[in-house]
């Protein structure tokens, strides 16, 4: 088969790969209906993050199981499933607690934009639904996979509730669905900051009732402007800079919650300036696997349209200008179909 | 009258000052019942912060009042009164959110280890018991203007439920009523970590049940021993520096939380260790007032003793032997009485 390769900073290739195959018991192989280019792949792709050698890419999936290791007892050939870019077992305490990507024995998933996949910890993280879905679904349902799920822990992260003030940092795909996770929890005011006409169009679209295009300290300005000198009673950060960090901290009320979801380069974050701001941080790796039934319901009920933020559709093939276009900003998320 | 004054390191002075007067109209002059000497306190005293002059100390007070300015209109001379260490209205939206620390027009207040002590904004800083206590209460009503709500508001940052595992980083007072605290909000579990026997003995008495002596990795690999790998639900870091910070995050379960009272001193988080953590942090300076009605009901109706912290009691004119005592660890909390 022909999968995606990062070999350096815009060095990413779709070629001969072996056909991946049941490692363990307790895997599964799925043959992959959609899969798409994440924020975080542009990291390396941009030479902001080092790989160790030719890396196998995508960790955004859904599609049908192809096969199933001895040890597999609830996975099914034949079922559409939906899993996270971390393997987990759903047993071990962390699990239990709803923190997935930090199972005792999780695993990263890697080498999704190809038309097959192992996924290790087949019954633990992958979910199935009632019945293959019709093609209209899967943006939406591949969403769910990671990029809705990371906004929505955002917004868990953050603590918002009902009739909050709500800021959100970032307007890549993840922030975009942080504003549709806060509108679905109920924010009453959700403030995104972005400046890119086209994905402020998608942030009101998804229930932004406020647009800041300032940043840094004129942005953190702006937001208190915008609430009488308070701040937000939640911000979700879905950056991952130094300054997008310090930007969600100092918009946010004492008292109040940072969600955070960048995975953070070279954030530093100064003890007596956190701790004088008096906020709630929480944050990491969204454990995505605990979401999924909800969200995967939400989309199949048609209660939220989460695939929009596909705004380029491409065959697999044409991985590459996926890379590209996110990476130049022409795109949003890039969709893509074996 | 005479008051304490830090003149440098090591140079702890009571001497001659003026008597505090009514400077706003929303002051009042406290006749001081006791007072102590703060575990910060001993950041400048050690010379590990900056003074920029002779400064008064003394932030941790109780006594009868004394004067109230024009605009004073609930508290009433002849009142017995508890502050915090910040002054603060009470009535703008951070103190509405209970976090007068931040107080939209917050003011320190310094200088109570002397026998008069001007606090400004009255009405919103002051609470007043139903009757002036008997001696015996002094302690522990002295505990609640700050020493016992930070320990208390370490615990309510860390999300400290009934049931829980909690882990106190630091064996000063503020960690000592941290353990009472934990105890009181019904934690199951309470690992205090000293290597001091009589702090370990204090630490049993208000509800420890476990004792840890090791301190930074070996301290962290302790916690993870005694809750079967997982780490502590809750972790209330009361000292703050780098080792006890890190020491905090790394005992706590992903999606626990770490509650940071201690003012962090040189202390730096990297952003991605903190994302892979997976905990919750919260903390600052601890909003005292919010708590002060709760806990002056706790200690009056004699459900908790915070009092016991002090272990030296001097007349207020030996101040500079309550710094030395505590600075050398001889005592854990110097109490003084005018």
Known sequence: M??????????????E?????ILAPTDAIIRISATCVCGSDLWPYRGRQAITGPTPMGHEYCGIVEDVGKAVETVKRGQFVIGSFFASDNTCPHCHAGYQTSCQHKEFVGGAQAPLLRVPLADGTLVATREVPHDDLLPGLLATSDVLGTGWFAAEAANVKPGMT???VGDGAVGLLGVLSAKQKGAERIIAMSRHPRRQELAR??????????RGEEGVARIKDL????GADAVLECVGTQESMMQAINSTRPGGSVGYVGLPHEVELK????????VRLHGGPAPVRQFLPELIGLV???KIEPGKVFDLTLPLDQVTEGYRAM??????KAFLRP
Chains 1, 2 share one sequence.
């Open 166 to 168: 709500v800021a959100v």
């Open 300 to 302: 199949c009920n048609d």
């Open 227 to 230: 609430t009488r000198g308070v």
């Open 17 to 21: 790969r072996d056909e991946p195959t």
């Open 271 to 278: 003890g007596q300036e956190l701790f004088f701001s008096h």
């Open 2 to 15: 022909k999968g995606t390769v990062l070999y350096g900073p815009g060095d990413v290739r779709f070629e």
């Open 327 to 332: 990476d130049e900003r022409r795109a949003i």
């Open 205 to 214: 679209a998804f229930g932004a009732t406020d647009i800041v295009t300032e």
